[in-house]
């Protein structure tokens, strides 16, 4: 078994440190050792974005990162999107909308999603078929989610004026 | 989004209710966007450790001897499992609820006994301290084989000289015994009429051969296992899974132990569409926390969910049918071979009863060849077998209407399904939505809308599923503040949690928010049959009415204790309990709820059922497509979904249904394929190469559900969960025709398909 590293990182705000073999995915560290089992693996190959995660300002397939590489970065997961008790806006029209059936997708697309809305107040449907084309849904066909995130988009507008 | 002109997701609503109808938040909606929500994988617990299992690299081969000890000489390694460690199971049968098989092929997928019979078919299972460890180990693991040469499609299996997959298998030919072994388990026929005289009395014959491919259900989540020995000698697992009551009666089975002996706490489920009935990988991690004492966690890869789980079978079809000059169907013949994959059960038997299911037709011959073939051994895809049947049937009838100058949906109509129409397998049609859906879809604005442009063109299909009913059990206790806690036993995979206590909610007078449904482990229901077949919010959805019922009819009795009056004089409407003695004697559900501790102890409803008024379910599509004349790539430009639902019990989860059952269709009607090498290696096992849909493909799914009560329901719910993947690949041909003027015979019609089909046009 090789020797472990020592990874001190920012994970949701919080001043993580972990141990980990330099053969493990960010993915696996989150998961297996720290314990936010938020991001899914549904393929570990970077083609399903169940395991989309922030990374330094970008959202990444956490999958696809080795966990030493988390060293000295900021790292935000699903588990810090809600503030709180408070769903984020994109979270309730997810629910509102039926956007999610068995839900294991649900977390890398509202990552995702809220990357896009973080970046752009009223993006197109066009545009937000491209930003979540490295997400995979089985189940919805993704009709119901592209209404979402359009519907949170206005109700995040509307919040602000 | 632009605005569309028109409504996109319309419900032709005949009935109101006050919960059932209305779109409420589901209940593990918060649990699932906040990623909280636990599923397989998820789970853990003190002194886990985890398991790989060594898969085949050939196709075909005989196991000659398996070698363990460098891999369980490797540090960290606490112990080695193969098919050795099971009882041979001889010649037993079992009926786990998916029909009467032989037990040796269960084990035999399993862990592989004396051959492999597919790329990926499980060998050994290796427990170690850590996954990447257990996976060094696996590959240590030395295996001699004997290669043998693989089958890969229904047609090279069925050749006299074709290699045996069961060399001793000799399967039904007709309802008897085959005089000799060979790859095909089972030939069944239905015949309805004199077939000679229907086609004799056609002005118009048309025959087509076609052929399918491999597709696989494509779930998200890959299988998973926990599973612990406990000291008292109970097998406990945790895993997601379609069906709890199925692995644990399996694991129960293969394992050789009673059912009471195993608990299966049933995980969230990152969905199934029929792929995670099977059981694959609960006994060998139940052999492997045997060997060590510890709980042994296994997950599949993406690469593993490809080659050794699933995938629904290929399949080889011949469809012919016979019509008068002014529209009417006289006669129709099909021939469907379908792929088992190693071991017997292709969904040739469901496919059969579909394949002529939306017509009226007065003679039919149908044959049905069940076809082992060295491919994993397939499983359930969301109406398995009558998608690649509707493919054939519905092509076929639209070059009938193409050459008979009829309006497609006109002539549908003419030859429909209707009460009392009989089908080929025998049953006669109780109240069925085919008109109706064929009606809603000629009159919506799709249909209606000039299509313009060049290599523009639009399809229509249609498709039934018979949905089934099957057993379930709830229970339904009653809290002193008036809400209930519901518990059942169908994993929730598509927001039936919301359906089944809404059902309830409704019964009851309460919100549906004051229902709060869990599902539950195996210990804690009673028996419940597999999410599947779209039974769950039409047979749960049923045990949960009558447990509401049961529930109604004790607080009945309370309130009549209270005021000392006859149950028959007690009403309960709306949420209240009336007194019919001319009083205003009145109290709310709250109200007596409130009491139940000082009139008798607690109210607890529970139901068990099994359902026989099942509501087979209709669905049909309207799409246009634009066919690119240099690549062949099929751009999407417009889609609508139609679909019976008897009743939406929640519209939005409906429409959900019809939404992912077409596009899963349009992926296997456009793109996906298990693109095999001459030696049975699947090429494409990654969702790179294997290439689902993603957004970016896509338009709007419009939906329009139609519905037409179920008499077997109380709320006239039908199942919904699976005729909507079945018209799409049908539709989508029919619209690629009308836009680039070629008939596809294939699945899946990808750039190079078409491509090939407009070069060979030209050539003619």
């Known amino acids: ?161 | 989004m632009s605005q569309p002109d028109y409504e996109p997701n319309v419900v032709l609503s005949t009935t109101e209710f006050d919960v059932v109808g209305t779109r409420p938040i589901r209940h593990d909606g918060a649990d699932k966007v906040t990623g909280r929500a636990l599923y397989g994988a998820d789970f853990t617990m003190a002194g886990l450790i985890h398991g790989a299992i060594l898969r085949s690299p050939h196709a075909h081969a005989r196991i000659k001897s398996i070698d363990t000890s460098k891999a369980e000489a490797l540090a960290g390694v606490k112990a080695v499992v193969t098919a050795q460690d099971l009882a041979d199971p001889g010649d037993q049968t079992v009926d786990l609820g998916e029909g009467v098989t032989r037990l040796a092929y269960i084990l035999a997928n399993v862990l592989a006994r004396d051959k492999v019979l597919y790329k990926g078919h499980a060998i050994a299972g290796v427990a170690a301290t850590s996954l990447h460890v257990a996976e060094e180990a696996a590959q240590l693991i030395e295996v001699d084989y004997e290669l043998l040469s693989p089958v890969l499609t229904a047609p090279a299996a069925m050749e006299a000289d074709a290699p045996l997959l069961h060399e001793n298998m000799k399967g039904k030919e007709l309802g008897e015994e085959a005089d000799r072994p060979s790859n095909v388990a089972d030939h069944f026929r239905h015949s309805l009429g004199d077939i000679d005289k229907g086609f004799a009395e056609a002005d118009l014959v048309v025959e087509r051969e076609y052929n399918t491919a491999s597709v696989h259900q494509g779930y998200i989540e890959p299988h998973n296992a926990t599973v612990l020995w406990n000291n008292d000698g109970r097998v406990l697992i945790w895993c997601s899974t379609q069906g709890s009551f199925v692995v644990r009666d399996t694991t129960a089975c293969i394992l050789g132990i009673p059912q009471s002996q195993v608990k299966v706490t049933p995980m969230e489920i990152g969905g199934g569409f029929g792929g995670k009935i099977p059981v694959y990988l609960e006994p060998v991690a139940a052999l492997l926390s045997k060997k060590t004492g510890k709980p042994v966690k296994i997950l599949m890869s993406r690469q593993d969910v490809f080659e050794s789980s699933g995938p629904t079978p290929g399949s080889h079809m011949k469809v012919k049918m016979g019509v008068t000059n002014d529209g009417k169907i006289t006669a129709a013949q099909a021939y469907l071979a379908y792929e088992a994959g190693a071991y017997p059960g292709a969904m040739v038997v469901p496919g059969a009863m579909c394949v002529f299911a939306a017509y009226d037709i007065e003679n039919v011959v149908v044959d049905g060849y069940d076809v082992v073939v060295n491919k994993p051994s397939t499983a359930a895809y969301r109406a398995p077998g009558a998608t690649n049947a509707a493919f054939a049937t519905e092509t076929v009838v639209d070059e009938i209407i193409e050459k008979l100058g009829i309006d497609p949906l006109e002539f549908r109509l003419k030859n429909a399904a209707k009460e009392g129409t009989r089908r080929a397998d025998g049953p006669k049609y109780p109240r069925i939505g085919c008109v109706e859906v064929l009606e809603a879809m000629k009159n919506h604005p799709h249909y209606k809308a000039p299509i313009e442009g060049p290599n523009r063109g639009r399809g229509v299909s249609i498709g039934f599923w018979f949905n089934v009913g099957m057993q379930s059990s709830c229970n339904i206790s009653v809290n002193a503040n008036g809400t209930v806690n519901l518990v059942e036993g169908s994993t929730d995979i598509g927001g039936t949690r919301a359906a089944v206590a809404m059902q309830a909610a409704e019964v009851l007078g309460l919100a549906a928010e004051d229902v709060q449904p869990t599902v539950v482990d195996t210990d804690s229901v009673g028996y419940t049959a597999v999410t599947g077949g779209s039974r769950v919010a039409f047979a749960t959805g049923l045990a949960a009415y009558e447990a509401a019922q049961d529930v109604k009819r004790q607080m009945i009795e309370r309130a009549a204790r209270i005021w000392e009056a006859d149950a028959e004089n007690i009403e309960f409407r709306k949420g209240v309990f009336h007194h019919n003695n001319g009083s205003s004697d009145q109290m709310t559900f709250s109200e007596l709820a409130e009491q139940l501790g000082s009139t008798g102890g607690p109210v607890i409803g529970r139901a068990a059922v099994n359902p026989p008024g099942v509501g087979g379910s209709f669905a049909g599509v309207i799409t246009d497509v634009e066919v690119d004349p240099e690549t062949g790539k099929v751009t999407i430009l417009r889609f609508t979904s139609v679909q019976d639902a008897g009743k939406a019990i929640h519209p939005s989860y409906v429409e959900g249904q019809m939404q992912g059952g077409s596009v899963q269709g349009i992926g296997w009607a456009l793109n996906e394929e298990y693109f095999m090498s001459d030696d049975g290696v699947m090429e494409n096992s990654s969702w790179l190469d294997y290439r689902m849909p993603t957004s970016l493909d896509l338009p709007m799914i419009d939906t329009v559900i139609v519905e037409v009560p179920n008499p077997g329901h109380p709320f006239g719910a039908r199942g919904v969960g699976e005729a909507s993947i079945i018209p799409p690949p049908a539709a989508l041909a029919n619209a690629i025709y009308r836009a680039a003027g070629v008939r596809m015979n294939r699945l899946p019609m990808n750039p190079g398909a078409v491509m090939q089909a407009v070069w060979d046009e030209q050539d003619n």
């Open chain 1, 1 to 161: 078994m090789p020797a472990k590293s020592h990874v001190q990182t920012t994970i949701n705000g919080e001043s993580i440190e972990f141990l980990c073999e330099p053969r493990q995915s960010l993915l696996e560290c989150l998961r297996d050792i720290v314990g936010l089992t938020g991001s899914k693996e549904g393929c570990n190959d970077g083609n399903c974005g169940a395991c989309t995660v922030v990374l330094d300002g970008r959202i990444v397939p956490s999958c696809l990162v080795l966990g030493v590489e988390a060293e000295g970065q900021q790292i935000t997961t699903i588990e810090a999107v809600a503030a709180g008790s408070h769903l984020h806006p994109i979270q309730q029209a997810f629910l509102e909308d039926a956007a999610l059936q068995c839900g294991i997708c649900t977390p890398g697309f509202i990552v995702a999603a809220k990357a896009l809305l973080d970046k752009e107040s009223n993006p197109s449907e066009e545009r937000i078929r491209l930003w979540l084309a490295n997400n995979l849904c089985r189940c919805t066909g993704y009709d119901k989610i592209i209404r979402a995130v359009r519907h949170a988009a206005t109700k995040m507008q509307q919040e602000q004026t």
